[in-house]
């Protein structure tokens, strides 16, 4: 199974994927706050070229001419969030897009799950966790001491504890996205053309991916 896999399955087995869509609201509603009270986190998402915005309690992916992909729906204490509802209409590696554009956020350090989690979200859990996203990804179960264990079974079913996703390394997922947004604004004072990752993302290459989300994923 592919990270991909493992989040969409995760969010719709832990019960904080409703499939309620916010597609209409967005198109009547939010899109009109574009600018004010929602703003542009990132417009060069994946090599599909995608969009991601924020409100003051959500998350939306969007295509190119802002079309509505999906939304996260959570509640912030400090730098701290908890997602309360989630829904995506594209077919895999929503959660995958959504967990590190959120992380790239200065003011978000942490993304942690609803408490009521299936046996199938935890195995789910447990296979992320030993996955290649260690690299990036650090998941780990906190518990209501605020405490961190390692993801297992007995672990994640003691009373109270949740689901937590950090960068492996602080500043790591922050400094990357720095780091392609130069690198894409690059411009050779000579031939005019940008950079090796500003062309590989205009031409829409899958290379890309593994660029931005500091490992392979199957979007």
Do not use: C, P
Request: proline share 0%; no cysteine.
């Amino acid at each position: 199974m592919k990270f991909t896999d493992f989040i969409a399955e995760m969010a719709i087995e832990q019960g904080i994927s409703g499939k309620r869509s916010r597609k209409y609201d967005w198109d009547n509603f939010i899109k009109k706050t574009i600018g004010t009270q929602t703003k542009l986190i990132n417009d060069k998402v994946s090599k599909n070229k995608l969009k991601v915005y924020r409100n003051i309690n959500n998350f939306f992916l969007v295509d190119s001419n802002d079309e509505y992909l999906g939304h996260i729906e959570f509640r912030k204490v400090n730098k701290v969030i908890t997602i309360t509802e989630s829904n995506s209409d594209i077919s895999r590696g929503f959660y995958a897009i959504m967990f590190n554009i959120m992380l790239s956020e200065d003011d978000i350090e942490e993304i942690i799950s609803d408490s009521k989690l299936s046996t199938q979200a935890i195995n789910s859990y447990i296979k992320l966790a030993n996955s290649l996203t260690n690299q990036i990804l650090s998941i780990k179960v906190k518990n209501v001491d605020g405490t961190y264990t390692e993801v297992s079974k007995e672990n994640i079913k003691t009373y109270g504890a949740v689901i937590s996703v950090k960068e492996t390394h602080e500043g790591l997922i922050k400094e990357q996205w720095r780091e392609f947004e130069k690198r894409y604004n690059t411009i050779d004072e000579i031939t005019g053309s940008r950079s090796s990752w500003g062309n590989t993302y205009e031409i829409g290459s899958a290379d890309i991916d593994k660029i931005m989300f500091l490992t392979e994923i199957s979007l």
